[in-house]
């Protein structure tokens, strides 16, 4: 039995986390009916690790929520966890093709930028090097 501190501790997740989890309903302690604390048990640490790794892969809280509710009804969530790992692998293909394409816009600039003076806004222009860099792109 563990109190919130002390799952915090063994599950190596900071305090907050353990009382987030519970306020969501990822975690479901029982009640201390001595003093109404909550306890917690060694599936509430194992669940709690369980979350921790899934976090680590990029699940989101509600993916996990979804998860548990599946295993909990005896229902297998791997088909699920394989579905979104592959929906996410693409995503974040596409994201690192926009940053590498972000990287180049902004490599560009910076060396485009090089040979020109810092200037004032004169009513104008608002920044100058921005400015210069969107009428390039044209």
Not at 58 to 85: K, N, Q, W, Y
Not at 90 to 99: D, T
């Amino acid at each position: 039995m563990f109190t919130a501190s002390n799952l915090a501790k063994a599950a190596k997740v900071p305090l907050f986390t353990v009382r987030y989890y519970t306020r969501i309903g990822l975690l479901k302690p029982a009640k201390n009916s001595m003093n109404g604390y909550k306890i917690y048990s060694d599936a509430d640490r194992d669940r709690l690790r369980f979350i921790a790794s899934a976090k680590e892969l990029g699940f989101t809280l509600a993916e996990i929520e979804e998860i548990l509710g599946h295993s909990t009804s005896g229902d297998s969530p791997c088909p699920m966890v394989r579905t979104i790992v592959e929906r996410r692998i693409e995503e974040n293909r596409q994201k690192i093709a926009e940053l590498c394409r972000l990287q180049k816009r902004l490599e560009t600039a910076a060396e485009m930028w090089k040979g020109l003076q810092n200037a004032a806004p004169d009513g104008h222009t608002v920044c100058r090097l921005i400015e210069t860099f969107a009428e390039s792109a044209k």
